[in-house]
C-alpha cells in the first residue's frame, strides 16, 4: 500500500474522518460533525476533532485483560485538550468475571481541571465505583466538553503510585457516536456453511437510507460510512449513489470473513458514467483486530472495468490481489471516485464466478378495498379557493411550515415538499373551537392536479379551546388522500365521519406526510353534500391513536428516546433518585449490535420497572418511507429486535422525528392491535440548545411547555448537559403537584403495573 493511502487506511492507528449525525425529533437539517483523526504512532498519540456526543474507545482480546490480578492498580494517559479548561468522562467496562459469555457493566469517572497543555492523568480502579478491575473489557474516553482539537496520548495500566507500564499498552481504536447507537468495529467471526455448500453473503442492500447515514450500519449490522467529504449519499432502490468530494472514500466492516475454498470475491452491480476510475481496498487481519490491518489495494482499470452509464454487474476476484489472507478479510473500502457513482447489492459471491445478489420484492400489506354507501349532508360550503395568500375563503389563516415549499398564484396552491413527510400546510376552520359534527355526512372535497401521496387531517382542539395551552392541537386524525381520489386524479372526496376526532371541537385542516417528490396543485377545497354518481367511497383504515399529552388526571410522563450508552447510568441515578418511572423509547437495530451494550443497558432499566417501548428499527422519517412494505418492515424488525434482546412486546411507540401521516399510523394499527402513537407536549428542545453556548435553555424550554400545561416529555441522553439538567427536569415536574409516572400508566393503561 502506498504512502498517501495510509492517510485513509481503515486501521484505527492512521487516520479517518468520520461523520456524525444527531438525534432530532424535528424537521430542522442539522449539519453533519466531522471528526478528524490523525495517528502519530512514533510518538503514541492520536488527534482528533471532538465534540460532546463523540467518543474513542479501547478494547482488549477476548474474553477480558485480568489488570489487578497482574499488579495494576489503575489507568494512566496523557491528554491535550482544547484552551480554556476542559473535562472529559471516561468509561471502563468491567464484567464479574473472564468469562466470554460474562456481560459487561460500565461505570464512569469525569477526568476535569484540563488546562489545554499536555497532562498525564492516573485514574485509580478504586475511583470506578463497582469496577471489577481483575475483569476488564473496554475503556471508553468521551462527554469531551469542548469542540475542538483534543490529543490522547500513550494509554497503560499503571502500578503502585500511577506510572506507566508499557508492556500493558492498549490497542485502540476511534469511532464516531451515531444517535442511537455506538457502532463497534471490533471483529466478528462468521460461520461457515456446511460442507460442500455455499451461499452468497450480502454485505450490504442498501435497503435504508437512515440505516446508513444515521446508523452507520451495512445489513450484518457492522460499521459502514463515508469519510464526511462525500457532496452526497443517497439510498433509493437498493442502490446508493455516491457523489465524492475531494479525496472521498466510503467503507463497508464486514467482521472477519474465512473466504478460502468459500468466497471467491466480492460483487455488485455498478452504473457510473464513461472514464469512472475508483480505487477497491481489501483490508485483512490476521487476528481479526481491524486495528492492525493489512491493505490490498487495485484501481478499477487494473480490475478491467469500465464504464458506460448503463448499470452492469462488476466482480472482485480475491485472486487478482497479491498474497492476500482469505482468511481473514475484515473490510473493503473505495477511494478515488472521481464521478458520482451507483453500487446495487454487495455481497460475497461463492465459489469462481458471481452474479447479481438477488434482492427479493417485498410484498406490500393488503388493505380493505371495501367500499361503502353514499350518504348526503346538509350543506356545502367553501373553505379554501386561494383567493388570498395569507386567509381562505372563510376568514380564518393559512399557511404551511416551510413557505418555501408551496406558492399561492392563480386561485391555486402549489406544494413542492419533494418528499419531505415532516412538512404541513394548514387551513383553518375557526379561530377557536368550531362544532364541525353537523357536516357528519357530508364529504371533504379537495380538486387538485399532479400527487395524491399525501395525507390529509383533520385537527381537534384542546378541551378548554384555548390556543395558549398545551398541547394545541390535542389531536388529529389522518387519512390517505390517493385512496380517496377518483380515477381521473383530479377530485378527492372524503367523508368527514372517517376523521376519527371530536369533531365538535375541530379547528382546521392540514395536508401533511408528502411522500413523493412530485407536485401536488390544489385549486379548491370544500365540503359538499355528496359524491358524484358512480364515485366509489372507500371505507375507513384505521389509525392508530395520536397523543400529545396523558389522560391520566393530574399526570406526568418523562418518555425519553435513545441516546448515548454512556450516559445511561446518569439518567438512572436521576430518576432512582427521585424515585420515579419513567419511559424509554429504543430503536431496534442497535439493541442487536452487542459491542454497544446498548442491551445490557436497558435490561438494567427494566429491572428497576422502568417502560420500553418501540422508536422504529433504524430512525427514518417513517411516514416518507417510499411504500407501506417499508413502514412494515420498520415496524416488525423493531418488534423483532426488542422481542429478541429485552424480551419485551409493547403497544406503545414513538416516531422518529415526530414525523407522522396516514400510512404510518395505518400500518401501526395493522402491525400492533390496539397500539399508541406517542408525541409529546413538553419539549426540552435538546435537539437546538444542548451542544450550543446557552444549553440552559434546555431549562427555558421546560418550563415554558410546563407553563402551558404539558405533561409528556420528550428528551434524549444523548448530550452531557441534558442529562445533567435531568434532576432539574424532574424538580421542576414534581413542583406542578402532578404525579410522575411511565407512560403506559399515564394513558391509563389497564395492563400497566398499579402506581
Given at each position: 500500500m502506498v504512502a498517501w493511502q495510509k492517510e485513509y487506511d481503515l486501521d484505527d492507528r492512521s487516520g479517518r474522518l468520520h461523520r456524525d449525525f444527531l438525534d432530532t425529533e424535528t424537521s430542522l437539517n442539522i449539519p453533519a460533525f466531522h471528526v478528524f483523526n490523525r495517528a502519530d504512532s512514533a510518538n503514541r498519540k492520536i488527534t482528533f476533532g471532538a465534540?460532546?456526543?463523540?467518543?474513542?474507545?479501547?478494547?482488549?482480546?477476548?474474553?477480558?485483560?485480568?489488570?489487578?490480578?497482574?499488579?495494576?492498580?489503575?489507568?494512566t494517559f496523557s491528554v491535550k485538550a482544547p484552551a480554556g479548561g476542559s473535562s472529559m468522562l471516561v468509561e471502563i467496562q468491567t464484567s464479574d468475571d473472564c468469562s466470554t459469555?460474562?456481560?459487561?457493566?460500565?461505570?464512569?469517572f469525569t477526568v476535569s481541571g484540563l488546562t489545554g497543555s499536555t497532562q498525564t492523568v492516573n485514574i485509580p480502579f478504586t475511583q470506578w465505583a463497582g469496577a471489577n478491575a481483575a475483569s476488564v473489557k473496554s475503556f471508553v474516553f468521551q462527554g469531551f466538553s469542548t469542540d475542538g482539537t483534543w490529543e490522547i496520548g500513550q494509554t497503560s495500566f499503571s502500578c503502585e503510585g500511577g506510572s506507566g507500564d508499557s508492556s500493558a499498552t492498549m490497542t485502540s481504536a476511534s469511532r464516531s457516536l451515531s444517535s442511537t447507537s455506538q457502532t463497534s468495529i471490533s471483529a466478528s467471526t462468521t460461520p461457515s456453511a456446511p460442507p460442500g455448500e455455499c451461499t452468497d453473503l450480502l454485505i450490504d442492500d442498501w435497503s435504508s437510507q437512515s440505516r446508513l447515514t444515521f446508523l452507520f450500519y451495512n445489513a450484518l449490522l457492522l460499521p459502514t460510512s463515508d469519510d464526511g467529504t462525500m457532496q452526497s449519499i443517497v439510498v433509493s432502490n437498493n442502490r446508493v449513489t455516491l457523489t465524492p468530494g475531494s479525496n472521498s472514500y466510503f467503507y463497508s466492516m464486514v467482521g472477519c470473513i474465512s473466504a478460502t475454498n468459500k468466497y471467491g470475491g466480492i460483487g455488485m452491480n455498478i452504473n457510473a458514467p464513461g472514464g469512472t476510475t475508483l480505487q477497491v481496498e481489501i483490508q485483512t487481519?490476521?487476528?481479526?483486530?481491524?486495528?492492525?490491518?493489512?491493505?490490498?489495494?487495485?484501481?478499477?482499470?487494473?480490475?478491467?472495468?469500465?464504464?458506460?452509464?448503463?448499470?452492469?454487474y462488476y466482480s472482485i476476484p480475491f485472486s487478482r490481489f497479491s498474497n492476500l489472507d482469505t482468511g481473514h478479510i475484515t473490510a473493503i473500502l473505495f477511494s478515488g471516485l472521481n464521478r458520482a457513482v451507483t453500487f446495487g447489492p454487495m455481497a460475497f459471491y461463492c465459489g469462481n464466478t458471481g452474479s447479481p445478489y438477488p434482492i427479493a420484492s417485498a410484498s406490500q400489506p393488503a388493505v380493505p378495498t371495501s367500499t361503502i354507501p353514499a350518504t348526503t349532508g346538509p350543506t356545502s360550503f367553501v373553505i379554501d379557493a386561494f383567493a388570498d395568500p395569507n386567509a381562505n375563503a372563510l376568514g380564518f389563516w393559512h399557511g404551511g411550515d416551510d413557505p418555501a415549499t408551496y406558492s399561492i398564484s392563480g386561485g391555486r396552491i402549489s406544494f413542492s415538499m419533494n418528499g419531505n413527510a415532516d412538512l404541513s400546510w394548514y387551513t383553518q376552520l375557526s379561530g377557536s373551537c368550531t362544532d364541525f359534527s353537523p357536516n357528519d355526512n357530508g364529504y371533504l372535497h379537495i380538486a387538485y392536479t399532479g400527487s395524491a401521496a399525501f395525507s390529509v387531517a383533520l385537527q381537534q382542539h384542546n378541551p378548554s379551546c384555548n390556543a395558549n395551552v398545551a398541547p394545541y392541537p390535542q389531536t388529529w386524525d389522518d387519512v390517505e388522500a390517493g385512496r380517496y381520489s377518483?380515477?381521473?386524479?383530479?377530485?378527492?372526496?372524503?367523508?368527514?365521519?372517517?376523521?376519527?376526532i371530536d369533531r365538535s371541537k375541530a379547528i382546521g385542516l392540514a395536508f401533511k406526510g408528502f411522500y413523493e417528490r412530485a407536485t401536488t396543485t390544489v385549486s379548491r377545497i370544500e365540503i359538499v353534500r355528496t359524491v358524484p354518481s358512480g364515485f366509489s367511497v372507500p371505507s375507513k383504515i384505521e389509525t392508530a391513536p395520536l397523543y400529545f399529552a396523558c389522560t391520566r388526571p393530574n399526570s406526568f410522563a418523562f418518555a425519553i428516546d435513545d441516546g448515548a450508552p454512556a450516559y445511561a447510568q446518569q439518567v438512572l441515578e436521576a430518576v432512582n433518585e427521585a424515585d420515579i418511572k419513567v419511559t424509554f423509547f429504543t430503536v431496534g437495530a442497535p439493541l442487536l449490535d452487542t459491542a454497544n451494550n446498548l442491551t445490557n443497558v436497558y435490561k438494567e432499566m427494566l429491572s428497576r420497572g422502568h417502560q420500553m417501548a418501540y422508536h422504529s428499527f433504524t430512525h427514518p422519517p417513517m411516514e416518507g418511507l417510499p411504500d407501506k412494505a417499508a413502514i412494515d418492515s420498520e415496524l416488525t424488525q423493531a418488534i423483532d429486535a426488542v422481542q429478541s434482546t429485552l424480551n419485551v412486546r409493547s403497544k406503545y411507540f414513538r416516531p422518529p422525528f415526530g414525523t407522522e401521516g396516514a400510512r404510518i399510523r395505518q400500518r401501526l394499527a395493522a402491525v400492533i392491535p390496539g397500539s399508541k402513537f406517542i408525541n409529546w407536549s413538553v419539549d426540552v428542545e435538546d435537539y437546538l440548545w444542548a451542544l450550543s453556548s446557552t444549553p440552559e435553555k434546555q431549562l427555558d424550554a421546560f418550563k415554558r411547555d410546563l407553563a402551558r400545561g404539558g405533561n409528556l416529555v420528550v428528551m434524549h441522553y444523548l448530550y452531557p448537559t441534558t442529562v445533567q439538567y435531568l434532576p432539574q427536569f424532574i424538580a421542576l415536574a414534581k413542583a406542578t403537584g402532578k404525579q410522575l409516572m411511565r407512560v403506559d400508566q399515564c394513558m391509563e393503561d389497564p395492563e400497566a403495573p398499579p402506581l
Open positions: 465534540s460532546a456526543n463523540c467518543y474513542f474507545y479501547t478494547t482488549f482480546p477476548a474474553p477480558c485483560q485480568q489488570a489487578s490480578t497482574d499488579g495494576y492498580n489503575g489507568l459469555n460474562a456481560a459487561a457493566r460500565s461505570s464512569y487481519s490476521a487476528t481479526c483486530d481491524s486495528g492492525a490491518s493489512t491493505s490490498s489495494s487495485l484501481s478499477s482499470t487494473q480490475l478491467g472495468w469500465t464504464f458506460d452509464g448503463t448499470e452492469k377518483n380515477s381521473a386524479n383530479t377530485d378527492i372526496y372524503i367523508p368527514m365521519t372517517h376523521f376519527n
